[in-house]
């Protein structure tokens, strides 16, 4: 490789380098929007995770066969099982090892740029729906067992 050809490389790495940069504070960029509308949802419907927590209702995600009495589940990595919540009591990300049920903070900006946005946000808004689908499974539970009693009632 001869001089210009070094030199030529050498410009293209600075301007890669450039574009990495510009691209590196756009993703921070967006991280720091996606904690905005997460904090704000999450004191927009603290007082319904408290409902739901004071009543003793697990929490559930729509994505994942999982539960929790903590809080709202935002994440599950089934290969380590680890569950992600929001911790009510204490206002934060924990993970919760679910084989010895350890658990560790995690830091919000940690978990925004590391995890699904999309599934964290989920679970949060599955919150909203939580006693409707309690409502629902109770009357499915009511039906399935309604049509056995039909179904067996005439052998006593």
């Given amino acids: 490789m001869n001089q210009k050809n070094i030199d030529e490389a050498i410009r293209d790495l600075e301007g890669d ?23 704000s949802y999450v004191e927009k419907i603290l007082p319904i995770m408290n409902f739901i927590q004071q009543k ?5 995600h729509p994505d994942f066969n999982v539960r929790s009495i903590r ?7 089934a290969e380590t099982n680890l569950l992600y919540v929001y ?3 204490e206002r934060r990300i924990k993970e919760i090892n679910m084989y010895n049920k350890e658990d560790k903070v995690i830091w919000i900006d940690d978990f925004i740029e590391k995890h699904d946005f999309d599934a964290a946000m989920k679970g949060l808004l599955h919150v909203v729906d939580r006693q409707k689908e ?7 539970n009511i039906t399935k067992r309604g049509n056995l009693i039909k179904k067996y009632k005439d052998l006593v």
């Fill in 17 to 39: 380098y450039i574009e990495i940069e510009r691209l590196r504070a756009k993703i921070s960029e967006n991280i720091k929007e996606q904690i905005k509308i997460f904090s």
């Fill in 56 to 60: 003793g209702y697990y929490f559930r």
């Fill in 71 to 77: 809080g709202p589940i935002l994440g599950y990595i």
């Fill in 87 to 89: 911790d009510i009591e």
């Fill in 134 to 140: 309690i409502i629902n499974n109770f009357q499915e």
